[in-house]
């Protein structure tokens, strides 16, 4: 099974309707990430989590907001959802504990395509 | 504001020859660097990872350089394998801020 999940894998809507992305981990990392990815522009982090109280901007966090609901949850809503941000999402954790300064683990992605 | 860029949005290589994708970054307070690579349909898997306080890394058939000076890094992989081919992205990091290059396409021909 895979260390982390993200539902759903593609989906399509409207612009003005509110969509949630969700992502689950089980490698018990405490560090959670949203990310996106548009072409020619790499991976662009919009929240990040580094507990179940901790919520953070990241670079790209306007029109986005997240809840993480458990160390093991973490989901991305878009309250209205607008064309451009049709895009692919990534979900990552990380453990610094590890020793290896965040390294990140990626989900398989969810494709978005708002109409 | 692309604080780390990877500027051969291609490269195709014969297998086994050398596969070299370069990564500049320019914020000098980057302090580990990282090499992702990514299958379609997948999510991008880490590779391998550099230090700012080393200059060379090696695991297998991969190796990352690091050129500080430069503000340079890049992946060497030999020798090159048909199931290297992949997106690759280089990330560069200080503490939990990671920013990611574009990626290169790499495509290793039989």
């Known amino acids: ?115 | 504001d692309q604080q780390v860029k990877q500027n051969s949005p291609s490269l195709s290589v014969q297998e086994g020859r050398i596969s070299i994708l370069n990564c500049d970054y320019t914020n000098s307070m980057f302090d580990y660097f990282l090499w992702y690579k990514k299958y379609p349909a997948e999510g991008p898997t880490f590779l391998i990872s550099i230090s700012s306080i080393k200059d060379k890394n090696e695991d297998g058939r991969f190796t990352v350089f690091l050129n500080k000076s430069a503000k340079h890094l890049s992946l060497h992989i030999v020798p090159s394998q048909p199931g290297d081919s992949a997106v690759y992205f280089c990330a560069a990091s200080e503490g939990h801020d990671m920013r990611f290059g574009a990626g290169t396409r790499l495509t290793v021909k039989p």
């Open chain 1, 1 to 115: 099974d895979a260390d982390v999940t993200q539902t759903p894998r593609n989906r399509i809507t409207k612009t003005g309707k509110r969509i949630m992305l969700e992502c689950s981990q089980t490698k018990g990392h405490d560090r959670m990430y949203w990310y996106r990815q548009d072409p020619g522009l790499g991976l662009r982090l919009i929240y990040y989590s580094f507990d179940v109280k901790d919520i953070n901007k990241g670079e790209i966090s306007d029109g986005y907001s997240v809840s993480r609901q458990a160390q093991a949850k973490f989901s991305l809503s878009l309250e209205s959802a607008i064309p451009n941000q049709t895009a692919l999402y990534f979900c990552a954790t990380s453990d610094p504990g590890q020793g290896t300064t965040d390294t990140q683990y990626f989900g398989p992605g969810t494709r978005l395509t708002v109409l």
